[in-house]
């Protein structure tokens, strides 16, 4: 029969305080980032035109980037753990005083322009209003290849996007979520907050 030394059985007990010192500070440490993470991603920044009548709070974290056609506004989340990165972007066009379309019909060629889309899925439509003005919200997804270069490796990327087509006093306005499949949910909690901030 083999006994165990008294110092062996008590030296856990004694260790307990210790550790229950490093857990909590751990736990701390945990908190404290997270309280952080969600300060930073709290924050937004103003955007205003002087070409339209057109306010609204964007996520501070995004950075401008530069596009082909000129939108009033173009954006990414640099922070987008994705070849593709998270995109806000805002346009707007002027609509033909004799004959203004209706909102379906903007709508409709909406629509047909983004079918030219890799893998273009449509999701879902249906009507809304954007601070007070009609509107039309589509949901869509498409298929991108974001490094498109020989010998290097990328998988090609789903994106889905939200969009609200807005018709506001001879203008019509075009406001676009596209973020990877992975991150839409967040992203789209993201764009809710940016739509619910807009004013014409």
Do not use: C
């Not at 008590?10 to 857990?23: A, E, F, S």
């Amino acid at each position: 029969m083999t006994r165990t030394p008294a110092a062996e059985v008590y030296r856990p007990l004694r260790m307990l305080p210790i550790d229950l010192g490093v857990g909590l500070l751990a736990l701390a440490a945990l908190l404290a980032a997270l309280l952080l993470r969600g300060s930073v991603e709290g924050q937004t920044q103003q955007f205003s035109s002087d070409q339209v009548p057109l306010r609204f709070r964007y996520p501070s974290s995004f950075v401008e980037v530069g596009t082909l056609d000129a939108p009033l506004l173009a954006v990414e989340n640099p922070l987008t753990v994705s070849p593709f990165k998270t995109a806000l972007v805002v346009e707007n066009r002027e609509l033909d005083a004799t004959t203004p379309p209706a909102l379906e019909e903007l709508v409709n060629r909406r629509i047909d322009d983004r079918t030219a889309l890799t893998g273009y899925h449509f999701l879902a439509s249906g009507p809304t209003t954007v601070a007070g003005a009609p509107a039309f919200l589509i949901e869509y997804a498409h298929v991108i290849q974001p490094i498109d270069e020989p010998r290097r490796a990328s998988m090609p990327v789903v994106v889905r996007n939200r969009e609200y087509v807005v018709l506001v006093e001879g203008q019509s306005y075009y406001f676009t979520l596209a973020a990877p499949e992975d991150e839409f949910a967040r992203a789209s909690r993201q764009f809710d907050g940016v739509i619910a901030s807009v004013q014409f």
